[in-house]
Every structure is written in structure tokens, then in C-alpha cells.
């Protein structure tokens, strides 16, 4: 059974940067898309970066710019580097294994980590 466990997250200000991990256990993802998303408060999970295994990368609008989407297979761990944080930016992050065809939709995607609280203040 695959488990993803998030770390990374903090208070941050505004302008700031964070780089949240992803490290995979019991599940070899070398070959596996990932993805990952954030769900804010009130709001529903909200697609933000994925990459390929071929290392193609993938990023929302809001993102786009921003956010750098990374994997270091000899780790079994992805990345998602952020920089220029906003407040908007701040919600729960999750990271996932893309199982299905799309790499924008939830649906499509499975062994979700606990996530990581990323807070940025104005």
C-alpha cells in the first residue's frame, strides 16, 4: 500500500517562499504521475501542479509563474517549490499518485497524504 506524507508547510509572508516535499513509501513512483492540490477553507479541493514521469510539468493559472512542480525519483519524492506567496495561496496542500487519465481532476488521482498547513500572511 502506497503512502504519501507531505512536510513543508508554514506561516510565511507574503512575497515568501516554501518548497513542500512529498515522500513516497511502499510504492516505487518513478513511473507514476503525480499531482499536487490544495483545499482552503470553504472551498473545495482545487488542482495545482503535476508531472509526469517523463518530467512533463503542469501548472494551474493561479500558480503558473510561481510554483515549480520537481520529482527526485532516487528519493521517491516530489517537490512543489513556491514562491511569491499570496495570502490566496494559503489552504491545506495534498500531494497524490495520478492512476487516471486526467491531471487536473481529483477523481484521477489516489493515495492521498495527510497534507501540509501552508499559511501565508498579508
Known amino acids: 500500500q502506497a503512502r504519501l506524507l507531505e512536510s513543508g508547510g508554514g506561516l510565511v509572508q507574503a512575497g515568501g517562499s516554501l518548497r513542500l516535499s512529498c515522500a513516497a513509501s511502499?510504492?516505487?513512483?518513478?513511473?507514476?504521475?503525480m499531482g499536487w492540490f490544495r483545499q482552503a477553507p470553504g472551498k473545495e479541493r482545487e488542482w495545482v501542479a503535476a508531472?509526469?514521469?517523463?518530467?512533463?510539468?503542469y501548472y494551474s493559472d493561479p500558480v503558473k509563474g510561481r510554483f515549480t512542480i520537481s520529482r527526485d525519483n532516487a528519493k521517491n519524492t516530489v517537490y512543489l517549490q513556491m514562491n511569491s506567496l499570496k495570502p490566496e495561496d494559503t489552504a491545506i496542500y495534498y500531494c497524490?499518485?495520478?492512476?487516471?487519465?486526467?491531471?487536473?481532476?481529483?477523481?484521477?488521482?489516489?493515495?492521498w497524504g495527510q497534507g501540509t498547513q501552508v499559511t501565508v500572511s498579508s
Open positions: 497524490a499518485v495520478r492512476t487516471g487519465s486526467s491531471f487536473m481532476l481529483s477523481g484521477d488521482y489516489s493515495f
Open positions: 511502499g510504492r516505487t513512483i518513478s513511473s507514476d504521475g
Open positions: 508531472i509526469s514521469w517523463t518530467e512533463i510539468t
